[in-house]
């Protein structure tokens, strides 16, 4: 039985397609990182707080991505594009959540060592 199913299986692996994900998408993606990147770096260097950066940079993405398309649905084409939307958010998560994870980092560390010194 184990045999079948791992045949049945497998026949039907080698005909399954992934999705497909195009270029324009990408390009929102990249932008979406770019402005989302950009925001994250002034605002923590204003306020050195983690969290206002992180949700500064989310929401600028999400702005700048949901008013593209707005621009493009209601004035340009008539239709507007919930995936490039979507992927624009997205880019902007992925890049303040990764600057949030590796900022602050070296300070915390020179912090630590600071007080092991003076202990």
């Known amino acids: 039985m184990k045999i079948f ?41 204003k306020t050195q707080n983690k969290k206002k950066a992180f949700w500064f940079g989310l929401a600028a993405s999400a702005f700048v ?12 084409t008539g239709k507007f594009d919930t995936g490039e939307a ?9 890049a303040s959540y990764t600057i949030n994870i590796f900022t602050g980092k070296r300070k915390k560390k020179q912090r630590d060592a600071l007080q092991s010194t003076t202990d």
């Open 5 to 45: 199913l791992t045949i049945l299986s497998l026949t039907f692996i080698t005909s399954i397609q992934a999705q497909f994900i195009s270029g324009d998408d990408l390009t929102h993606f990249g932008a979406g990182a770019v402005v989302s990147s950009a925001t994250y770096a002034v605002v923590y260097s």
């Open 86 to 94: 979507v992927a624009t958010i997205s880019g902007g998560l992925v």
């Open 65 to 76: 991505g949901l008013g593209k398309e707005f621009y493009d649905g209601y004035i340009i």
